[in-house]
Structures are given as C-alpha cells and as structure tokens.
C-alpha cells in the first residue's frame, strides 16, 4: 500500500556566516541515490575551493541514509545535517553545506549550531511538502453533464480541460477517495460519464517544518 511521504517542492539554499567562515548550504528534492551523487558532484564542482562539501541524504528506496563530515571533527557535521532531515522526517532528500573557512576555529558545538542553521535554511527554502498517493484521472462528459459535474469537480485539482463537441478533463483524486469520485460522476451524470485511471502518483500539500 502507499504511503504519504515528506520531501522537498524544489531546489533551496541558504547562507550563515560565523567568525569569518561562510557556510553556503544546498538541498534537492533526489529520487534515487544516484541523482544524490550527481548533484553532490555538480556542488563539488561548483566550489572546488571550498575547505569542506558536508553533506546527507535520506531516501525511501531501500531506507537508505548517507552522511561525510568530509574533514571536520566527527559528529559536528555531516550528522548534523543528517539528524535534521530525520526529525522533519524528511526523505527523497539531499542537504549539501559548503563550508569556506575563516581562519579561527568554531569549537564542537559552533560546528554544529553553523551546519545545523545553514542546513535548516536550504530545507526551508525547498519549500517541505507532504505527497500524498494520488491517481490521475481521464473522463469526458457533454456540456449539460459536465456543468452537472462543476460542483463536484471544484473539491478537486482540476489538471487539465479541453472543450471540444464534448468537454475532455483530468482530475487529481486522493488515492483513498477515488470510489466515492467516481461514484459521484456516475451517478451525477445517470452514468452517462464514466471516469478512467491514468496514472498513479503522489501530489504535494504544503507542510511547516517546525523550529
């Protein structure tokens, strides 16, 4: 059975300064490992100069979680960052902090408050949301009927609506109300308009992430 999961909307970043050293931080929406690679490759890339590229992962495929300190003293780092995605519970997700060194050194807990905040801004910025199963669907219906179906469509995301000699539409429908949906059109409709499943997908609601 699916499941609703939190993840990132989008790309976000973010920056925090402390004592002269510049954290720049990072974080992607990723569906596989192997796109957590080639994005914590591009920011390597990116800033080859950097004195650290600390990052995490989370991901639902296989549960799998990934961190580097990437030089810094361990545990002030790369967990860090790790632990902030866990305690939004947030997966499918790649923070990267690039830290540019200022010349005086931050101490265990500095290290951890500068990549914690830095991390926590990127996140932010992607904007956390909830996908929630989904199932796209596909129905036709003539003008009498369909203005018979405004009502009922108007609780749903309506993705798509081309009026020809009948009007053709695509729905979003929560996974758990799709009986009920298309029910309703049968019977709004004297089954005269049947409703098709296309796809099955997760559509996003936004979600605070708390402090």
């Avoid at 402390?18 to 800033?47: C, D, G, R």
């Avoid at 669907?137 to 009927?145: F, I, L, N, T, W």
């Avoid at 499943?197 to 559509?203: N, Q, R, T, Y």
């Amino acid at each position: 059975m699916r499941r609703a999961y939190l993840s990132l909307e989008r790309p976000g970043g973010g920056r925090y300064d402390e004592k002269k050293s510049v954290f720049l931080s990072f974080a992607y929406p990723v569906a596989n490992e192997e796109e957590a690679l080639t994005k914590l490759a591009e920011i390597k890339n990116q800033y080859p100069d950097a004195r650290h590229h600390v990052y995490a992962y989370r991901l639902r495929q296989d549960s799998k979680t990934r961190f580097s300190d990437d030089g810094e003293p361990s545990g002030t780092a790369g967990i860090p960052v790790l632990d902030l995605l866990r305690a939004g519970d947030v997966t499918d997700a790649l923070v990267v902090v690039v830290r540019y060194f200022g010349g005086t050194l931050l101490g265990t807990g500095g290290l951890v408050r500068a990549y914690t905040t830095a991390a926590k801004q990127a996140i932010d910025d992607a904007n956390p949301v909830t996908y929630t199963p989904a199932l796209r669907v596909k129905a036709r219906a003539g003008y009498s009927d369909y203005k018979r179906l405004e009502s009922l469509l108007s609780r749903y995301t309506v993705v798509n609506t081309q009026f020809a000699e009948e009007v053709s539409f695509e729905v979003l429908i929560p996974e758990e109300a799709i009986d009920r949906f298309t029910a309703s059109v049968r019977e709004t409709t004297a089954g005269r308009c049947v409703a098709e499943v296309l796809e099955e997908l997760f559509s996003a609601q936004k979600t605070e992430m708390g402090e």
